[in-house]
């Protein structure tokens, strides 16, 4: 009943959050005398901080309207070109010159790991000037009905695999942190079928490809703890009047937790600094406002996919040890012969240790060596290995660069339709 208690709770702070905003809004007004004094910012900063710290925060906007390609500015128009249950596709369509030719057709397949898609923004935003994107708009599981069935890891790798097909030849795809594995594990399956419309090169950013290399704090908890009890602690029904209603699901908010609870001290510093921000009026909450809006919007895992991930990568790392299954076949990553491979780490990442990701480098034995690279970041996190400004300048050339280099051909995108500084190696 723990989700119907956060529902219930969350229902009935409803009518104080509507209360806290109208006196915020009156204390903040210029024309009452006490917004211009110290004693009503401070009235004014409690009553958002507990409006902000009791809200369910909604999915977030990409909101990336126009690029620069060039020293022009170019528009962007967001469109839905391939959807299914549990994942819409969608392209960021740039009204480019015909005269500019085809950029290499990027898919950046998002994490279904608790945040929304719209968290690689900013890997969007620099892969745009030189690129043609489409990104995996992962659907909240409390909002998928129980008549569209199950989401599994089979399934995922499925989509992907469709994604591929409806986007053509010459594809790069790349993977952000937890879809490292099942995105590995596609182009296996393609590349073992013959499959022609196997991706050009595969990124994996950040992923946990081989989780026994320098474990952090994330993977010891799952080595530490059996599956039955992930299964009896953190997998309840979606509550009425949900469309999911009865869906087993891995909570958003349990997540979030979770995530709050990896770094609480900083989070405490934040929120603190934030209040101190708006007391003294000085502009710098926008920033405090924007990482938080984006950081506490959190989505339901469909449970099966939940489960199955812990256990096939987290506790019998199946795929290094060459025993991950796809539909019943052994997914054998050495079937992989034409996908380059370029991974990516952060020196400082503390969900994907060093070395996780770039495992993927030891068991895809039959790429040639002109086909892959490794870099390692320097001074990032986990978060800097695919958004900020490292990103920006020192990882995004480099990927654009790779997947130029190992572009198969010059291809037309296909039509849209909705179909329902570091070191290298």
């Not at 390609?69 to 010159?97: K, M, T, Y």
């Not at 101190?276 to 405090?288: I, Q, R, S």
């Not at 660069?401 to 995108?413: G, I, L, M, Q, T």
């Amino acid at each position: 009943m723990f989700y119907q208690l956060y529902e219930l709770n969350h229902a009935a702070m409803a009518p104080f959050r509507a209360a806290a905003d109208i006196m915020r809004f009156a204390y903040a007004n210029p024309l009452n005398p006490f917004s211009h004094t110290p004693f009503g910012r401070t009235i004014t900063a409690s009553l958002e901080m507990f409006e902000r710290t009791t809200r369910r925060y909604g999915k977030p906007e990409f909101g990336l309207k126009q690029t620069m390609i060039g020293d022009q500015p170019v528009s962007v128009r967001e469109e839905v070109v391939w959807s299914r249950p549990f994942c819409n596709l969608l392209h960021f369509a740039r009204n480019v010159p015909a005269a500019r030719g085809n950029d290499p057709r990027i898919l950046i397949v998002a994490p279904m790991s608790g945040h929304y898609a719209t968290l690689l923004r900013g890997t969007v935003e620099a892969l745009l000037p030189s690129a043609d994107v489409y990104i995996t708009d992962w659907i909240d599981a409390r909002m998928v009905p129980m008549t569209e069935g199950r989401f599994d890891f089979d399934d995922y790798v499925d989509y992907v695999i469709e994604m591929l097909h409806f986007l053509g030849q010459d594809t790069h795809v790349i993977a952000v942190c937890q879809p490292s594995v099942p995105v590995l594990a596609a182009a296996a399956v393609m590349e073992e079928a013959n499959d022609p419309l196997s991706p050009s090169s595969m990124t994996l950013m950040g992923g946990p490809i081989d989780t026994r290399i320098n474990p952090t704090a994330v993977n010891k908890l799952a080595q530490e703890r059996s599956l039955q009890w992930f299964s009896d602690n953190v997998i309840m029904n979606v509550p009425w009047p949900q469309p999911g209603f009865m869906r087993p699901v891995y909570p958003g908010f349990l997540q979030l937790s979770g995530f709050m609870s990896m770094n609480l001290d900083r989070h405490v510093v934040a929120h603190k600094e934030f209040f101190m921000h708006l007391v003294k009026n000085d502009g710098e909450p926008e920033k405090h406002r924007d990482f938080y809006d984006e950081y506490l919007a959190v989505m339901d895992l469909t449970a099966e996919f939940y489960l199955q991930t812990v256990e096939q990568v987290f506790i019998k790392h199946a795929l290094p040890k060459g025993e991950l299954m796809h539909r019943g076949k052994r997914v054998d990553p050495a079937a992989i012969r034409k996908v380059a491979l370029l991974t990516v780490e952060g020196e400082n990442d503390d969900i994907s240790g060093v070395g996780q990701t770039k495992a993927a480098q030891t068991i895809c034995v039959n790429i040639p060596e002109d086909m892959r690279m490794h870099y390692l970041q320097p001074d990032v996190g986990h978060y800097g290995v695919f958004n900020g400004s490292r990103f920006r300048r020192e990882i995004a050339p480099r990927i654009i660069n790779f997947v130029r280099e190992h572009s198969r051909s010059a291809v037309k995108p296909p039509v849209p339709r909705v179909i329902k500084g570091g070191r290298t190696a």
